[in-house]
């Protein structure tokens, strides 16, 4: 049959075949003018079991005829038999042995366990706190094979094996990269599965293992690239936001890269690669979500805002979605709310005790501006909402102004912005400030016109609370100065800055404890005189899907503006001045907060240290260094000093035989956390960095030497081809960008010619 006919394509036609006992088994083969990889996925669930391009030479068609002819009778003896098991049930009971170790049960739950049957594996999996993906890869490490986090629509095999089959039992054939057969099947312990597969009579053949929901989702249609007739861009879209929700991603980055475009998730804070998309794909998926956003289809250059709900799971998500336009394409990122989620506890999201009781005290002041700020991510609506969520709002008006509302507060009168409405921010900020309202919330200080609201509403006796994008605290103060708020009008306003960050909280179930090695004690030292003999430091496990991690924990720091700390600000003392006052007037910095929960076993050093510390050094006076003498010591005479930082051994020793013979003296950093503390030691005279490390990448690197204001020249090194990294390096201030494989004569030049032009 054809695909494309008026009425009803073949797709769906083949589709009904299916669905008729007479006709589910009779082989389908289409002859089309047009067929790709997606189509795939759509001619496996409607039940095709090949295709033949128009225009055709006949024998081709014969050809693919004759391979079809005993298909329906192969499949007919396929059904029909009766399987054995063969003793292999000895696997399953090893398998369950290894799972139950593996999950770390007690063990009064082993017996239960041990009765399960083979079927059953899936049906407990929500019992024991872990997905369907957990399960299917704790298999395919007991056998040793491959777990797949999807199946590609072009590794898909037609005709091997009935569509009814494949979706009674959860099992696809498909292509290894030895271009063999293989089968992705859910459950290797199905026995009857396996005796039906030998009976196909293939010879050798692999097993990979993949979790029951992306087979069933690809079986109707629904693959990494296709979708069901009708509407696939439809169907591709519900089954992204099904797999964000799912795996508990914060955000979506849909991402064009010319050819293809990534699909991206956010997890734990932590960008992960879902999978790749064809480019015309990627592009009306983005017009997909923009349509029922309300958004500007037509418009792909300008970025754009916008908001809708969904169902998700059986439950509502807000969406907040905004657009980019790149080089390759319009690209797209989308933020998921759960706007049924009740605010947790300030101590819930991490803030310590005494810090919650002190943030309380200032709610009941009568008037002042309360801040909470922190760069984007980093929660700060979540600790507004639960704080908001701890007063009095019987006796007390709380209006807030939001863009968008992401979460309700019973008793509150909420006010969203709708620019399309003629609805804007500064319209409701004027609106609410002539309602009188006991405490205002303003969803953001955005510029000079909400910053002197916020003030002035706050100096005429109301309670204030508003957010910033801000490092810490007291570089909160010098932003509302740029939009225009006076020091002295600071002073005598500000209740207090609340300054956020989020950490990665490892896993409670895998993490593992062992002594502080003498680096991580490097990175706690400016920050306590009490470093701690243990630390914990990621794993992964099945509930954590590997990662080591399981949410995010919030770290704070709270500066109150007593009179102290007024007066300092009225006096113009600078961010280094003010933080080195209050961290020996109360000790209640961000930096040491982090340093607690690595005491804790909360967070690791090492994130810690990533994600905050490494920052906070550059506030701490110099007397507070790690143990370093206040002058660094000058390089040996005739020895120009280079850093080295580079992840892979192999490399670090080709560039070292490649510049000690020109009398370059090396010193190696295996990433770039390394790499900063080797800069706060001493001198060099460049920095050579590759761009991909764990930990901190070349562009963080380069970042945060910029920010400690080390001025020394920087040569990347890159195995990556992609011509807007280049782009974003030179931006950056690299004075050069090395692709290797590269010839140490090249290296050399370049470095020399670098060294002359810095007078080095």
């Known amino acids: 049959m054809d695909i494309h006919m008026p009425g009803m394509d073949g797709f769906e036609l083949c589709a009904r075949f299916q669905a008729d006992r007479d006709l589910a088994l009779v082989p389908v083969l289409f002859v089309t003018g047009s067929f790709d990889d997606r189509n795939k996925a759509l001619a496996l669930a409607s039940g095709a079991v090949d295709y033949v391009v128009k225009p055709f030479d006949q024998d081709v068609l014969r050809a693919a005829v004759r391979r079809h002819l005993d298909t329906r009778s192969r499949w007919n003896r396929l059904t029909e038999s009766v399987p054995s098991v063969r003793g292999k049930a000895l696997d399953f009971l090893g398998f369950k042995d290894f799972f139950w170790r593996k999950l770390g049960m007690p063990p009064e739950t082993q017996v239960t366990f041990s009765r399960l049957g083979a079927g059953e594996i899936y049906a407990v999996a929500d019992d024991l706190n872990v997905g369907g993906d957990a399960v299917a890869r704790a298999m395919a490490d007991f056998l040793g094979t491959d777990f797949l986090e999807s199946v590609a629509p072009e590794s898909l095999q037609l005709g091997v094996l009935p569509t009814a089959f494949c979706a009674r039992n959860r099992v696809v054939p498909v292509k290894d990269k030895e271009a063999k057969t293989a089968f992705v099947l859910a459950n290797p312990f199905d026995f009857g599965v396996l005796d039906a597969i030998e009976q196909l009579e293939l010879g050798s053949f692999r097993l990979m293992l993949a979790a029951p929901d992306t087979l069933t989702e690809l079986?109707?249609?629904?693959g990494p690239s296709a979708s069901p007739a009708g509407n696939p861009v439809a169907r591709l879209g519900e089954r992204v936001l099904a797999d964000a929700v799912r795996q508990r991603a914060s955000d979506i980055h849909v991402e064009p890269k010319g050819t293809h475009t990534i699909l991206r998730f956010r997890i734990d804070g932590d960008l992960k690669e879902i999978q790749s998309l064809p480019g015309d794909l990627g592009l009306k998926l983005v017009s997909r979500f923009k349509a029922l956003a309300g958004m500007d289809v037509a418009e792909r250059r300008k970025s754009q805002d916008g908001a809708m709900e969904v169902a998700v799971a059986g439950k509502r998500f807000k969406l907040r979605l905004s657009t980019s336009f790149t080089p390759n394409g319009e690209g797209m990122t989308i933020r998921l709310l759960d706007?049924?989620?009740?605010p947790r506890g300030l101590e819930a999201?991490?803030?310590?005790?005494?810090?919650?009781?002190?943030?309380l005290a200032m709610m009941e002041r009568p008037h002042g501006l309360l801040l909470v700020v922190g760069p984007t991510g980093a929660g700060k609506t979540t600790t507004v909402y639960s704080l908001l969520s701890q007063i009095d709002l019987v006796t007390q008006r709380l209006i807030t102004v939001e863009d968008p509302v992401e979460y309700g507060i019973p008793s509150a009168n909420q006010q969203q912005v709708n620019e399309k409405a003629g609805v804007t921010f500064e319209s409701l900020l004027k609106a609410s400030v002539r309602q009188d309202p006991d405490i205002l919330f303003i969803g953001e200080v955005r510029d000079p016109y909400s910053a002197k609201t916020a003030i002035d509403f706050a100096s005429t006796g109301h309670l204030t609370v508003s957010t910033l994008h801000s490092s810490n605290a007291t570089t909160a103060l010098f932003r509302l100065e740029r939009l225009g708020v006076d020091r002295r009008t600071l002073a005598d306003s500000l209740l207090g800055v609340v300054a956020q960050r989020l950490i990665r909280r490892l896993c409670p179930d895998c993490k593992r404890t062992g002594p502080i090695t003498d680096e991580e004690a490097a990175w706690l030292a400016p920050f306590t005189d009490r470093i701690p003999g243990e630390v914990a430091r990621p794993v992964g496990c099945l509930k954590c899907r590997g990662a080591g991690y399981w949410e995010r924990e919030g770290v704070y720091e709270i500066l109150e503006f007593d009179r102290d700390l007024a007066e300092?600000?009225?006096?113009?003392?600078?961010?280094?001045?003010?933080?080195?006052?209050?961290?020996?007037?109360?000790?209640?910095?961000?930096?040491?907060?982090a340093v607690e929960k690595v005491r804790g076993?909360?967070?690791?050093?090492?994130?810690?240290?990533?994600?905050?510390l490494v920052e906070e050094e550059r506030f701490l006076p110099s007397e507070e260094s790690t143990g370093a003498p206040a002058t660094v010591p000058e390089p040996a005479p005739g020895k120009p000093q280079i850093l080295l930082v580079e992840d892979s051994p192999t490399v670090r020793r080709f560039v070292i035989d490649a510049l000690h013979r020109h009398g370059y003296e090396i010193t190696e950093a295996g990433d770039g956390v390394e790499a900063l503390l080797q800069l706060g030691r001493r001198r060099f005279d460049m920095v050579i960095s590759d761009v991909m490390m764990p930990h901190l990448d070349g562009f963080k690197l380069l970042e945060m030497i910029h920010q400690k204001e080390i001025h020394v020249p920087v040569i990347f090194l890159t195995g990556s081809a992609v011509k807007d990294g280049e782009a974003r390096g030179v931006e950056m201030g690299a004075q050069?960008?090395?692709?290797?494989?590269?010839?140490?004569?090249?290296?050399?030049?370049?470095?020399?010619?670098?060294m002359g032009s810095a007078g080095r």
């Open 568 to 593: 300092m600000v009225r006096a113009g003392k600078s961010t280094a001045e003010i933080r080195a006052s209050v961290r020996l007037k109360t000790g209640g910095l961000i930096a040491q907060h």
């Open 339 to 342: 706007p049924s989620a009740r």
């Open 349 to 359: 999201l991490g803030m310590a005790a005494p810090q919650r009781q002190r943030l």
């Open 736 to 754: 050069d960008y090395i692709h290797k494989p590269f010839a140490p004569e090249v290296l050399a030049a370049r470095v020399k010619r670098i």
């Open 219 to 222: 079986l109707e249609g629904g």
């Open 601 to 612: 076993l909360i967070i690791s050093p090492q994130d810690a240290y990533r994600d905050l």
